[in-house]
């Protein structure tokens, strides 16, 4: 399925850059860009070093070459002075080697010599490259400082900002617990004046069910006295009340 595919790779990539957008700072980003072009800079010091180097080497090797023209011309003309024209005829040989490579080094020493130059044109340039960059890095640095601290400014003034959007947040909580135990305390007192807690303030006396049920007990217990003791006046014919008149009579 290269179609879902693709359109996955698109979707997570524009993730990925947008991370990368939220978490880069211009200010980091430009001074390691900064400090990368010194290290360049450096690099190329260094070239032009290398380079001076090995061509002081091949001036010093042919010093020793022209020395050794000159002496080797000098011992051919000795020996052919002296009469011995084999001796000056290999000193000549010699002397058309060296010179041969003595013609070479000075090749090679001037094309070192141009090589140092385009590096010295280069450090050159690249030295006016760094140093523009580093002004307007400056300056880019503190325009985004700038408006940075603008927009701090402007999001605290308006409460659009994060910060300030989570103190909106914590106000509206607030509100809200206010209103629902203002709500709270208004349900009591409404309870409160309609005597709704009156039986909460009796069970607070300390009767429990034990006690209901000894009071059930004990009046349950007169009422069986009482029963019994009517019965017993019954059963003598004469009403309780009629002896207590005859004997309030008497």
């Given at each position: 399925?290269?179609g879902?595919?693709g359109?996955?790779s698109?979707?997570?990539?524009?993730?990925?850059?947008k991370?990368?957008?939220r978490a880069e700072d211009?200010?980091?980003t430009l001074?390691?860009?900064?400090q990368k072009?010194?290290?360049s800079l450096?690099?190329?010091k260094?070239?032009?070093?290398?380079?001076?180097?090995?061509k002081?080497r091949l001036q010093?090797?042919s010093s020793k070459l022209?020395?050794?023209v000159v002496k080797?011309?000098?011992?051919a003309?000795?020996?052919l002075?002296q009469?011995?024209?084999?001796?000056?005829r290999?000193?000549?040989e010699?002397?058309?080697v060296a010179q041969?490579e003595?013609q070479s080094?000075?090749s090679?020493?001037?094309?070192?010599?141009?090589q140092q130059q385009?590096?010295v044109?280069?450090?050159?340039k690249?030295?006016t490259?760094?140093?523009?960059f580093?002004?307007?890095k400056?300056?880019i640095k503190?325009q985004?400082?700038?408006?940075e601290?603008?927009?701090?400014i402007?999001?605290?003034?308006?409460?659009?900002?994060?910060?300030?959007?989570d103190?909106g947040l914590?106000?509206q909580?607030?509100v809200?617990?206010?209103?629902?135990?203002?709500?709270?305390a208004?349900?009591?007192?409404e309870?409160?004046?309609?005597?709704?807690?009156?039986?909460l303030?009796q069970?607070g006396s300390?009767?429990?069910?034990i006690?209901?049920?000894?009071?059930?007990?004990?009046?349950?217990?007169?009422?069986d006295?009482?029963?019994?003791k009517?019965?017993?006046?019954?059963g003598s014919?004469?009403?309780?009340?009629?002896k207590q008149i005859?004997?309030g009579?008497?």
């Open positions: 399925m290269p879902v595919s359109r996955f698109t979707v997570v990539k524009a993730k990925i850059s991370l990368l957008d211009p200010a980091e001074d390691y860009s900064y072009q010194l290290e450096q690099n190329v260094k070239g032009i070093a290398d380079v001076v180097t090995a002081k010093m090797q022209e020395q050794s080797l011309d000098t011992q003309r000795q020996a002075a009469g011995n024209e084999e001796l000056a290999v000193a000549l010699r002397k058309n041969s003595l080094l000075d090679q020493v001037a094309e070192l010599e141009a385009k590096l044109d280069s450090q050159q690249l030295t490259k760094i140093e523009t580093r002004t307007k400056e300056v503190a985004y400082s700038a408006a601290a603008q927009v701090r402007s999001e605290a003034a308006t409460g659009v900002g994060e910060e300030m959007a103190v914590a106000m909580r607030a809200d617990k206010t209103e629902q135990m203002k709500a709270r208004d349900a009591v007192g309870l409160e004046a309609s005597g709704a807690f009156d039986d303030t069970l300390g009767e429990d069910d006690d209901r049920q000894l009071k059930e007990l004990s009046s349950t217990a007169t009422v006295d009482e029963l019994a009517m019965k017993a006046e019954l014919g004469t009403p309780p009340d009629a005859e004997g009579q008497a």
